[in-house]
């Protein structure tokens, strides 16, 4: 058995369409943010404050977990998780990995003003932008399929989410 994975930028739903598809499959969910912040007794934004090299630490050790647990999971992945191909090695021999896709202004008006994401600092759409452009190829090396989901209910995205897992898992 395989984990569902989910990777994509802020704001592209991971959280919510993970917690919905996780109910569909009947699976955990785990959250690589939480898992961070369980493990470590900080938050994201503590261990980021100490260096972003401390958070991306932690995150790798937390990809490795989640992905080597027995158990089949769905997996949502912080956003810059897969820029470690590490993290990308691991969750593809694992799972099946989709990629959840949006335009710059979807994304930033689903985060609205950052919510605390220390990236976002300074500037949400500036900065989804610029990290939509960089970050491209890594999610392209790390995801088995992509699911575009401007204008799309959450329902919607569900289904295409479990479609393409289907179709990878086969
Ligand atoms: C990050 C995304 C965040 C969190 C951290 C860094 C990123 O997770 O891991 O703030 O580098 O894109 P979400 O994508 O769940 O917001």
Redesign the pocket.
Known sequence: MTHLVLV?????G??SVGEAVARRLGRRVV???AL?ERRSGET??EL?ARGEAT?RAA?RAAVADAATTAEPLVI??????V?DPDNRDVLRAHGRVIWLRARPETLSER?GGG?G???LADGVLETLTR?AAE?APAYEAAAHAAVDTDGLSLEDVVDRVLGAFAAEAA
Not at 8 to 12: D, F, H, Q, S, V
Not at 76 to 81: W, Y
């Open positions: 994509g930028l802020m704001g592209a991971k959280t959250d690589t943010d961070v994201v934004a980021f958070f995150e949502s992945c912080g956003g810059g998780a820029l985060v919510d994401r220390p990236l990290l970050r």
